[in-house]
């Protein structure tokens, strides 16, 4: 069975912002890797692009652990 591209995009607007922006990171580091040169300014913009997004991403991560954890207690 064959995926659509109509069929992919449905199910990518499903997903939660924090997935969305995950697969984007994804999509974009091998896009990048898959070329040969890169300017170095170009890949310090990118690195601290993807230090301050995967940063975001640990603290949504701690709070919902967090927020886990607090359900847990009161159950």
């Known amino acids: 069975m064959s995926t659509t ?19 984007a990171s994804e999509m974009i580091r091998r896009a990048f890797a898959a070329t040969p040169e890169l300017d170095q300014s170009q890949l310090s913009a990118l690195y601290a692009q993807f230090t301050e997004e995967d940063g975001d ?15 847990e207690d009161a159950e």
């Open 57 to 71: 991403l640990a603290e949504e991560g701690v709070e919902d652990y967090e927020r886990g954890l607090r359900i």
């Open 5 to 23: 591209r109509q069929e992919l995009l449905e199910s990518f607007d499903l997903l939660p912002e924090r997935e969305k922006r995950e697969i």
